[in-house]
Each structure stands twice: as structure tokens, then as C-alpha cells.
């Protein structure tokens, strides 16, 4: 299934290529950068029916932009980016179904059992979705922190996923190598997510057709969503068009429901 998305920088809709993406902007590629505000986004997505998408705050400075996304659609979106124990609460009030989290839960490279479990408690389970956004080093995939600059030492693979499918509702995955170049999608991380994922992924990073979104349907045996972002024409690009996503989705409905 096709999840949409509204990336956010300096309080705007953008898309960037993922992993040059710094603390400082300088050196970040921008693909595409909307003229329209947030809230248009996630009005289009309501009225299309596509809940579950997310709302990414790429640094500081976007915490309006958020907000006024989710309340053009109350409940059909997640959020993430500086999401902490001390703000999920007040995200959660502000709209989103879910709030995503992933450099809070980890402390010098290592994943914080007690700080996870302390999240769980605060929120719920069924309100936490894990971002475990990698890249690549010595062969295998790590979860990478902190605007994607910081790699952990916690690896993306069956234990990782079956262990940590018992703190959350959903994972989201951005293969950064890839994300925002438009060149493919990672299909070997693809492959690892289906084999391992007991609970919904969705996978972001180098989707550029309309053949992608089918191909990680098949591959992701129909455990592992797709975002496309910088190939979309909602967001300038010439790969794929929103509206054959949204009838992908229908028909897949069509096809699970029967």
C-alpha cells in the first residue's frame, strides 16, 4: 500500500535527498520545496482516504507547520522529529494517531530499554511508532540517529524487529543511502523487513515508479508499505503520479476485502 507523507523544513513542505541532510543545512540537498502550506497536504490526503501517512519535522523550527497539518486531518496522521516523553502527550492531543520516535529512545548510540519502557507507559503501545531508519556499514544495515547523521550500534534485522514489535504499533524505515535520490528502492532491506515484520512497516527511500509501489507489495508480502516522496508529482517530480496512487490503494482494498 502507498503512504503518503509531508516532510517538513524551515516551517515548509520539502523533499530532500536523505542523507545529506545536516544538523547546520549547510550541504542538505532540496529537491522540491511547496508553496503551498502543510495543511493543503493533509486535507488532499484526507479527502483520498490515506490514513497513516506521516508528518516528519526535519530540525527545529517546524512544530507550527505540524500542528497545522494535523489539524486538517484529526487522527489520519503520524508525526515525527524532537518527539520526546516530555511532548508525545501534547502530539497526541494535537492530532496525530501516532508519534514517531527514534533519537529519543537512544542514548550514546544504544538503544534505552528503560527510556522505551518509560514512552510505552507514558502513551501506550498502540500510540508509538519506532522509527528504525538505517544505512549501511561493514555489510548490514544499522538504525542511524539524529537527523540520520548518528549511527547506533542497533542492527535492522529479525531480532531487532521481533524484540521490538512488542514496544510499538508500527515501524518506519527510511533506507537513507537511498532516500530522495529516486534511483530504486532497497529491495534487500525490503526482503528483511517482510521476513521479519510481525507488526506494519512502511518502508521510504529511492521509490521512483509506480512499478516500485507494486514491486514492495509483492516483496514486502503485503507486510510492508510504501512513501514515495521526490518522484511524486504532488511534490514536483515526474516518476509517478498521485493519482494512480490513490487508485492502487483502492484496489488493494478491493483485493483484501475480498
Same mark, same amino acid.
Given at each position: 500500500m502507498f503512504r503518503p507523507c509531508i516532510d517538513l523544513?524551515?516551517?515548509?513542505?520539502?523533499q530532500i535527498v536523505g542523507g545529506s541532510l545536516t544538523d547546520s543545512g549547510a550541504g542538505t540537498v532540496t529537491r522540491f520545496e511547496s508553496d503551498h502550506p502543510p495543511r493543503f497536504f493533509a486535507d488532499r /490526503? $484526507?479527502?483520498?482516504?490515506?490514513?497513516?501517512? %506521516?508528518?516528519?519535522? #526535519?530540525?527545529?523550527?517546524?512544530? &507550527?507547520?505540524? $500542528?497545522?497539518? #494535523? !489539524? &486538517?486531518?484529526?487522527?489520519? #496522521?503520524?508525526?515525527?522529529?524532537?518527539?520526546?516523553?516530555?511532548? !508525545?502527550v501534547s502530539w497526541l492531543e494535537a492530532g496525530a494517531s501516532h508519534v514517531i520516535v527514534t533519537s529519543w529512545v537512544f542514548r550514546e548510540g544504544t538503544l534505552d530499554q528503560p527510556r522505551l519502557r518509560e514512552l510505552v507507559?507514558?502513551?501506550?503501545?498502540?500510540?508509538?511508532?519506532? =522509527?528504525?531508519?538505517?544505512?549501511?556499514?561493514?555489510? =548490514? /544495515?544499522?538504525?542511524?540517529?539524529?537527523?540520520?547523521?548518528?549511527?547506533?550500534?542497533? $542492527?535492522?534485522? &529479525?531480532?531487532?524487529?521481533?524484540? #521490538? !514489535?512488542? %514496544?510499538?504499533?508500527?515501524?518506519?524505515? %527510511?533506507?537513507?543511502?537511498?532516500?530522495?535520490?529516486c534511483r530504486g528502492v532497497d529491495l534487500a532491506l525490503v526482503k528483511r523487513l517482510a521476513q521479519a515484520a510481525t507488526i506494519p512497516v512502511t518502508y521510504a527511500g529511492g521509490a521512483s515508479s509506480l512499478a516500485d509501489l507494486e514491486t514492495v507489495t509483492r516483496v514486502g508480502q503485503n507486510r510492508v508499505d510504501l512513501t514515495i516522496g521526490s518522484a511524486l508529482d504532488l511534490f514536483g517530480g515526474q516518476g509517478v503520479r498521485y493519482a494512480d496512487c490513490v487508485a492502487f490503494n483502492r484496489r488493494q482494498s478491493g483485493t483484501r476485502a475480498a
Open positions: 523544513r524551515g516551517g515548509r513542505v520539502v /490526503y $484526507r479527502r483520498d482516504g490515506l490514513a497513516g501517512g %506521516h508528518v516528519i519535522m #526535519l530540525g527545529p523550527g517546524n512544530e &507550527a507547520a505540524a $500542528r497545522d497539518a #494535523l !489539524a &486538517a486531518f484529526p487522527g489520519g #496522521l503520524h508525526v515525527g522529529g524532537g518527539v520526546t516523553l516530555d511532548n !508525545a507507559n507514558r502513551i501506550g503501545r498502540s500510540r508509538l511508532v519506532l =522509527d528504525l531508519s538505517c544505512r549501511q556499514r561493514d555489510g =548490514d /544495515y544499522f538504525v542511524v540517529t539524529d537527523r540520520w547523521q548518528k549511527f547506533t550500534d542497533l $542492527r535492522v534485522n &529479525a531480532s531487532t524487529l521481533q524484540s #521490538l !514489535a512488542a %514496544h510499538c504499533a508500527e515501524f518506519l524505515v %527510511h533506507a537513507v543511502d537511498v532516500e530522495g535520490l
